[in-house]
């Protein structure tokens, strides 16, 4: 990383690089606190007095395998709190993790309202200065998730002529969280590059609000992470004294070559190196759910069945009932879940007799949840506890028909135990797609705590919860879902194993979600829609099928209502998904045509294997007919390109070894085609 702590003659400590001027570095750890607020007000969370402060103590380093561990302890005189960082990274590994533990050793409590986990000063382009320094982040919504965009910092924070006034500028260039929707607005990550390939780019790890500020600050950028703060997500901490604190995790990473393609790699080996070790990281079992495009929250025995044995034939290996089989209500089932007990008019025979077909057709059976609400309408809004719910001025919250569980309750935990242990242990349901639909506003308020921080409280027993399921079913699979991708971040993904990207159900819409899936979640859990229909033509199937096989498939469609070449399209797609995805976990993905837009006629995403190169190439509504690409890392190599599918979509390769550009043509607007180059 190149990155030092520096100690001044006070004691105050920031990190920086080699040869960095003081002045445009940041505190350490920064903390606004009632009564301790900032020397320079505005909109930046920098340059706070508890900050300026804080001061050195002393610091250890401890080495585990190939990783290392800085904690460097800090203090107060005046507040009394003390400050430990723990700065994690590896041998050259390109990345710093850190986290602030606060901890009040005073006799006053401390209310705190805001805590950086990671700061960074003194970020330059090759000039030493900020003008050639470009800013990308990542817009997020329903139906349009992983949106990148990018502009010249200097069109974000123009220069003030610092000179003539004596101080910074009050603002900054900030993006934030709002409600526990994590990534309801944008993706925790954002990065920096410059015009000679080098790049900084971060990840914070919160369900519960977060936010990132950049600026400049003496001729320098600077960026600042956090976790929630009162400003922008109503929480604050009181801490008495001997009581403590823990911020969320943040990352940093630093490529000094190869731009975003090259951060994006060394971030996709970190998010692999964080999470829970599970099976499913290396087998990436097919998937066919029965939702999107297909049953639409409307299973039945009788429908399901011609589905379950299509999707056995085509190589599924995982069959999902999704929304709707818990539905037993004349008034429809939306505002009356949380029981979650099979309708028996859906399931005559019981759907033991579903479940028990998907594993005669050599399937694991799985099952949507939203384990965290409660219907108005349920019977569980009434029985249990009014503490075990969201309350905010003593009120029960209620949005979109729903109340909200808060996981810290153990009557809460132990219905949501029952109804998972019930489901896994003696149905015998091997995978849980868990779905968060409502967006619940700040938090929860127990007793005097603010809204955010009981949010964080809440998330927190969440992830424990998960990691309860974990521990008692470990073959169990989870998939974190949130209307989509509104809740896809690496504090839910360092536990469960797969993230669905997206409720697109357009296909001509989800290759630029599909494209940048791999910037929101590790290849192989980065599930991708692809729902082929018995009334497309055979470009349109191998069109939506080519989206998930550089990550995770989830299946689609009436299957069994295909003729039998539309049906060999289908087989073969995951023919070769099976070829490939051995590859996929320890892959690093690229850009070839750079991040795509909204509109892009053309996208294509890459994943740089160990033996082999895969390209993924979407042509929508664009009038050209082939694009011609730079795979740097294959510069000069005799690389064998080969068209791995469609067979049907009349697809050419052409790689040139001498400039490393592979050329694609796909003769027809609204085709798409899987290509391979294998290693010399």
């Given at each position: 990383?190149g990155l030092?702590?520096f100690?001044?003659?006070?004691?105050?400590v920031?990190?920086?690089?080699?040869?960095?001027?003081?002045?445009?570095?940041?505190?350490?750890?920064?903390?606004t606190?009632t009564?301790?607020?900032?020397?320079?007000?505005?909109?930046?969370?920098?340059?706070?007095?508890?900050?300026d402060?804080l001061a050195?103590?002393?610091?250890?380093?401890?080495?585990?395998?190939?990783?290392?561990?800085?904690t460097i302890r800090?203090?107060?005189?005046v507040t009394g709190?003390a400050?430990?960082?723990?700065l994690?990274?590896?041998?050259?590994?390109?990345?710093?993790?850190s986290?602030?533990?606060l901890?009040?050793?005073g006799?006053e409590?401390?209310?705190l309202e805001?805590?950086t986990?990671?700061?960074?000063g003194?970020?330059c382009?090759?000039?030493?200065?900020?003008?050639?320094l470009t800013?990308?982040w990542?817009?997020n919504?329903?139906?349009?998730?992983?949106?990148?965009?990018?502009?010249?910092?200097?069109?974000?924070v123009?220069?003030?002529?610092r000179?003539?006034h004596g101080?910074?500028?009050?603002?900054c260039?900030?993006?934030s969280s709002?409600?526990?929707?994590?990534?309801?607005?944008?993706l925790?990550?954002?990065a920096?590059?410059?015009?000679?390939?080098?790049?900084?780019?971060w990840q914070?790890?919160?369900s519960?609000?977060?936010r990132?500020?950049?600026?400049?600050r003496?001729?320098?950028?600077?960026?600042a992470?956090?976790?929630p703060?009162?400003?922008h997500h109503q929480w604050?901490?009181l801490l008495?004294?001997?009581e403590e604190f823990?911020?969320?995790?943040?990352?940093?990473?630093?490529?000094?070559?190869?731009?975003?393609?090259?951060?994006f790699?060394?971030?996709?080996?970190?998010?692999?190196s964080?999470?829970?070790?599970?099976?499913?990281?290396?087998?990436?079992p097919v998937?066919?759910?029965?939702?999107?495009?297909?049953?639409?929250g409307?299973?039945?025995?009788?429908?399901?069945?011609p589905l379950i044995e299509?999707?056995?034939?085509?190589?599924?290996?995982?069959?999902v009932i999704?929304?709707?089989w818990?539905?037993?209500d004349?008034?429809?089932?939306?505002?009356?879940v949380?029981?979650?007990e099979?309708?028996?008019?859906?399931?005559?025979?019981?759907?033991?007799?579903?479940?028990?077909a998907?594993?005669?057709?050599?399937?694991t059976?799985?099952l949507?949840?939203e384990?965290?609400?409660?219907?108005v309408?349920s019977?569980?809004?009434r029985?249990?506890?009014?503490?075990?719910?969201?309350?905010?001025g003593?009120l029960?919250v209620?949005?979109h028909?729903?109340?909200?569980l808060?996981?810290?309750?153990?009557?809460?935990?132990a219905?949501l135990?029952?109804?998972?242990?019930?489901?896994?242990?003696?149905?015998?349901?091997g995978?849980?797609?868990?779905?968060?639909?409502?967006?619940i506003?700040?938090?929860?308020?127990?007793g005097?705590?603010?809204?955010?921080?009981?949010?964080?409280?809440?998330h927190?027993?969440h992830?424990?919860w998960?990691h309860?399921?974990?521990?008692?079913?470990?073959q169990?699979?989870?998939?974190?879902?949130?209307?989509g991708?509104?809740r896809m971040?690496y504090a839910?993904?360092?536990v469960?194993q797969l993230?669905?990207?997206?409720?697109?159900q357009?296909p001509?819409r989800?290759?630029p979600?599909a494209?940048?899936?791999?910037?929101a979640?590790?290849?192989?859990?980065?599930?991708?829609?692809?729902?082929p229909q018995p009334?497309?033509?055979?470009?349109?199937i191998a069109?939506?099928?080519?989206?998930?096989?550089?990550?995770?498939i989830?299946?689609?469609g009436?299957l069994?209502?295909m003729?039998?070449?539309?049906?060999?399209l289908v087989?073969?797609?995951?023919?070769?998904?099976?070829?490939v995805?051995e590859e996929i976990?320890a892959?690093?993905p690229?850009?070839?045509?750079?991040?795509?837009?909204?509109?892009d006629?053309w996208i294509?995403?890459?994943?740089?294997?160990v033996d082999?190169?895969?390209?993924?190439?979407?042509?929508?509504?664009?009038?050209d007919?082939?694009?011609?690409?730079?795979v740097p890392?294959?510069?000069?190599?005799?690389?064998?390109?080969?068209?791995?599918?469609?067979?049907?979509?009349?697809a050419?390769?052409?790689?040139?070894?001498?400039?490393?550009?592979?050329?694609?043509?796909?003769?027809?607007?609204?085709?798409a085609?899987?290509?391979?180059?294998?290693?010399s």
């Amino acid at each position: 990383m190149g990155l030092h702590a520096f100690v001044d003659g006070v004691g105050g400590v920031r990190l920086g690089a080699a040869g960095q001027d003081w002045d445009r570095l940041v505190p350490l750890v920064e903390v606004t606190a009632t009564g301790h607020g900032r020397d320079w007000s505005g909109e930046r969370f920098i340059e706070t007095v508890i900050g300026d402060r804080l001061a050195y103590r002393d610091h250890e380093t401890v080495r585990e395998g190939n990783r290392e561990r800085t904690t460097i302890r800090l203090a107060d005189p005046v507040t009394g709190l003390a400050a430990e960082v723990t700065l994690e990274t590896g041998a050259g590994a390109g990345f710093l993790r850190s986290r602030v533990r606060l901890v009040n050793e005073g006799v006053e409590p401390v209310r705190l309202e805001s805590v950086t986990t990671l700061t960074l000063g003194g970020i330059c382009d090759a000039d030493g200065a900020l003008d050639g320094l470009t800013l990308h982040w990542a817009d997020n919504d329903w139906l349009a998730e992983c949106r990148w965009r990018q502009a010249q910092l200097r069109d974000q924070v123009v220069p003030l002529n610092r000179s003539a006034h004596g101080h910074e500028g009050r603002g900054c260039f900030e993006r934030s969280s709002q409600g526990s929707w994590s990534t309801g607005r944008h993706l925790p990550v954002a990065a920096f590059t410059d015009r000679d390939g080098n790049a900084w780019l971060w990840q914070i790890e919160s369900s519960a609000g977060w936010r990132f500020e950049t600026g400049e600050r003496e001729g320098a950028a600077y960026v600042a992470l956090f976790g929630p703060d009162d400003a922008h997500h109503q929480w604050h901490q009181l801490l008495l004294p001997g009581e403590e604190f823990h911020t969320v995790p943040a990352v940093l990473v630093r490529a000094g070559t190869g731009g975003l393609d090259a951060a994006f790699g060394t971030l996709t080996d970190y998010r692999r190196s964080i999470r829970r070790p599970h099976p499913d990281h290396r087998t990436l079992p097919v998937i066919y759910n029965d939702y999107m495009n297909t049953l639409m929250g409307d299973p039945t025995t009788e429908r399901l069945l011609p589905l379950i044995e299509a999707a056995a034939r085509a190589g599924a290996e995982v069959f999902v009932i999704d929304a709707g089989w818990y539905d037993d209500d004349a008034q429809g089932w939306w505002d009356a879940v949380g029981a979650w007990e099979p309708a028996p008019h859906r399931f005559p025979g019981g759907i033991q007799e579903v479940l028990d077909a998907i594993t005669k057709h050599g399937m694991t059976p799985g099952l949507w949840l939203e384990p965290e609400v409660v219907g108005v309408r349920s019977p569980l809004a009434r029985t249990l506890p009014p503490e075990a719910f969201f309350r905010r001025g003593g009120l029960r919250v209620t949005e979109h028909g729903r109340h909200h569980l808060d996981l810290r309750h153990p009557a809460a935990r132990a219905h949501l135990d029952e109804v998972v242990d019930r489901l896994v242990g003696e149905w015998g349901v091997g995978y849980l797609k868990l779905d968060y639909n409502v967006n619940i506003g700040p938090g929860t308020e127990n007793g005097t705590e603010s809204a955010g921080a009981g949010l964080l409280g809440h998330h927190r027993a969440h992830l424990d919860w998960m990691h309860g399921l974990l521990d008692r079913h470990p073959q169990l699979v989870l998939e974190n879902c949130g209307s989509g991708g509104l809740r896809m971040d690496y504090a839910q993904l360092a536990v469960a194993q797969l993230q669905s990207t997206s409720d697109q159900q357009d296909p001509l819409r989800y290759p630029p979600i599909a494209a940048s899936a791999a910037t929101a979640a590790a290849p192989e859990q980065a599930a991708v829609w692809a729902y082929p229909q018995p009334d497309q033509s055979l470009d349109e199937i191998a069109f939506t099928l080519t989206g998930p096989l550089l990550g995770r498939i989830h299946l689609s469609g009436f299957l069994n209502r295909m003729d039998d070449e539309q049906f060999d399209l289908v087989r073969m797609a995951i023919s070769v998904y099976r070829e490939v995805r051995e590859e996929i976990g320890a892959a690093r993905p690229f850009w070839p045509l750079g991040l795509p837009g909204w509109e892009d006629g053309w996208i294509a995403h890459g994943l740089r294997g160990v033996d082999a190169t895969y390209v993924a190439l979407w042509r929508r509504e664009s009038g050209d007919t082939e694009r011609t690409f730079t795979v740097p890392h294959l510069l000069g190599a005799s690389a064998r390109p080969t068209v791995l599918y469609p067979a049907t979509a009349d697809a050419d390769v052409r790689w040139d070894a001498t400039e490393g550009r592979l050329t694609v043509s796909l003769p027809r607007a609204g085709t798409a085609v899987l290509a391979r180059l294998i290693h010399s």
